[in-house]
């Protein structure tokens, strides 16, 4: 299989991959217009510009049915309707932009319908997201991470059953709006990474297979046929993803992809699709002269996934960290249930704090099998800054029944001590939009579709939870108002419990990138000692966290030097020693 790199897209001239058809009829603005086969089962018409702005579909072969292009930059009128043309060049915003490497910044992810109320209060766009910028600066975050901003049915979702993987969603503003946002966050100083949906297209609007062989029976994934990576045809399917990641990254100039599942990527060619587009982005990176980061989410628990390609690992520069997120969230809570079963001792945070993974090629009960790989804390091929490490996210909130946060269910010092770990622990960090100031607002599931198949997502959320007993707990993601529940009401961030946590985020990323002990990659720099199954000592070079989840108070802490942050009711004895009343943190520099 060739592995070429896919060349630089002509935005100015109609062109379509149709191996299944006979013929090809091009709409635009009205116009029929007959394509030309010109080989590989590709349809052109050079003849007939494609001029910015105009209104086009595909006719294939004898069929009344008119389709947008699988390529796409924007339906305006849904995912249904004619696409629009247009030519990214003359989006891009230029700005003094150089990029930056991402590994061990803070990421922060967002889903731009609820960042913001939006204009009417109705649902936010990339325009009212931009207005809040400022705050993510004053923050101290480094990079957006979207949430998957494809074309989706309807106006509202989280973006996941995208169906146009060229394409950004009109309710949201658009290619146009999208630029505009990228433009505004290089002036500030912030990358932008966008979510990316590979490994599957939603149900609806999804016309890829009357095209060409997208899809496999080869394979199987939870959503139905793999993406065809691997069967006949497969190389132009790699080279229609390939062709997505480079319009992101090179015309759109976004920074970085965050890959969805990649798990669900099945391919057993000779070089997996992962590498190859670790390839291509490496190419990328030398074409644009800015860095440019692939984060994979991945279940598998390989270290592999962030080995280089040319040492025969997938090539990704991050992977999301999911033990991570578990040993923290179990042990802070107390929750068992799930995939949680295996976490919430202290022993186990501690293991996952030191070595990311907790299911290393040990056993999963929740799985019911042996899992994973474990991670060398002395690899030359990866290290702590390779992993991407959160205390909340879009699924550990919003798959919850009623989309409730962690700070919805535990003291504030509780959530303080949670997010001293992640902020200062070896990954790299990543909050969830609201998270910096316990947000009162839930993000719930939502959805919507077209009335037959909404009434099945309605009906399949209320049965998924009802086994669990919570059904009762379920909204209805159809509802307008389950959405409109989830918009963050930044107003909140004035009151003061808000604003105290607020503040102390702010001062756990200022320390972050203050303090040299803390950039440190290394795995093996970081240790943790338990103290008690409530309390625990995260030391990264000088420095330490003190994390205690409370209830009752801690009566002695640690010796310490230097107190340089904490949260809740400290404490300092004649002896140096530390007392917290209750649930808390303290960052410090003990006494050696």
Not at 252 to 263: K, Q, T
Not at 280 to 287: M, P
Request: aromatic share 8%; glycine share 12%; with cysteine.
């Amino acid at each position: 299989m060739s592995t070429a790199p896919v060349p630089a897209r002509d935005y100015g001239a109609f062109r379509v991959w149709a191996p299944h058809a006979q013929q090809v009829t091009l709409r635009s603005d009205g116009a029929e217009h007959p394509m030309r086969a010109v080989g590989e089962g590709w349809f052109a018409l050079p003849e007939v510009p494609a001029a910015p702005g105009a209104r086009y579909a595909f006719r294939l072969d004898d069929s009344e049915l008119w389709l947008p292009d699988p390529r796409s930059l924007s339906q305006p009128d849904g995912v249904h309707a004619d696409s629009e043309v247009v030519d990214p060049a003359r989006l891009r915003q230029e700005t003094s932009w150089k990029g930056r490497s991402l590994r061990g910044r803070v990421l922060y992810e967002l889903h731009v319908g609820t960042f913001t109320p939006g204009p009417d209060g109705r649902g936010g766009t990339f325009d009212s997201a931009i207005e809040r910028l400022d705050e993510l600066v004053d923050l101290g975050v480094d990079a957006v991470e979207l949430m998957p901003v494809a074309p989706f049915p309807g106006d509202r979702g989280w973006g996941y059953d995208g169906v146009g993987l060229y394409g950004v969603h009109a309710a949201y503003g658009g290619p146009q709006g999208l630029a505009r946002f990228v433009g505004a966050a290089h002036r500030r100083g912030l990358a932008v990474v966008l979510d990316v949906v590979h490994n599957h297209l939603g149900p609806s609007g999804n016309y890829l297979g009357m095209f060409g062989p997208y899809f496999t029976d080869r394979h199987h994934t939870p959503w139905g046929a793999a993406i065809n990576l691997d069967a006949p045809g497969s190389r132009q399917v790699r080279d229609f993803l390939l062709g997505s990641a480079r319009q992101w990254l090179v015309e759109m100039g976004l920074d970085g992809l965050r890959l969805d599942a990649v798990h669900e990527l099945r391919d057993d060619s000779e070089r997996h699709f992962l590498a190859e587009l670790a390839d291509a982005v490496t190419a990328w990176e030398e074409e644009t002269g800015r860095p440019l980061t692939l984060i994979a989410e991945s279940d598998r628990n390989q270290p592999g996934t962030v080995t280089p390609a040319a040492r025969g690992g997938l090539g990704m520069d991050m992977q999301w960290a999911d033990d991570v997120h578990h040993g923290v969230h179990a042990w802070i809570t107390g929750e068992r249930s799930g995939y949680y079963a295996d976490f919430g001792s202290a022993e186990v945070l501690a293991t996952v704090l030191e070595r990311i993974f907790l299911h290393a090629g040990t056993w999963s009960s929740f799985r019911r099998q042996v899992w994973g790989t474990p991670v060398e804390p002395d690899s030359a091929d990866y290290d702590a800054h390779s992993f991407v490490t959160f205390l909340q996210d879009h699924d550990q909130v919003g798959n919850r029944a009623a989309g409730d946060r962690i700070h919805h269910g535990i003291a504030p010092g509780a959530q303080a001590a949670a997010s001293a770990l992640i902020l200062l622990g070896p990954g790299t960090p990543m909050l969830f939009q609201g998270e910096e100031w316990t947000a009162s607002t839930p993000f719930t599931y939502f959805t919507d579709h077209e009335e037959e198949l909404g009434a099945l997502v309605s009906a399949g959320r209320r049965e998924e939870f009802a086994a669990m007993g919570w059904a009762a707990q379920v909204p209805d993601p159809q509802l307008r108002s389950t959405f409109e529940s989830s918009i963050l009401r930044w107003q909140e961030r004035e009151q003061p419990g808000h604003a105290a946590m607020l503040q102390w985020y702010r001062t756990l990323i200022a320390l972050r990138r203050e303090q040299a002990d803390l950039h440190d990659p290394a795995l093996a720099a970081t240790a943790v000692e338990v103290l008690a199954e409530g309390t625990v000592l995260l030391r990264r070079g000088g420095l330490a966290v003190l994390a205690h989840r409370g209830p009752g108070p801690l009566t002695a802490g640690p010796r310490a030097a230097e107190v340089l942050a904490s949260f809740g009711e400290v404490t300092c004895g004649a002896d140096g020693t530390l007392a917290l009343a209750g649930p808390g943190a303290v960052v410090l520099r003990p006494a050696r």
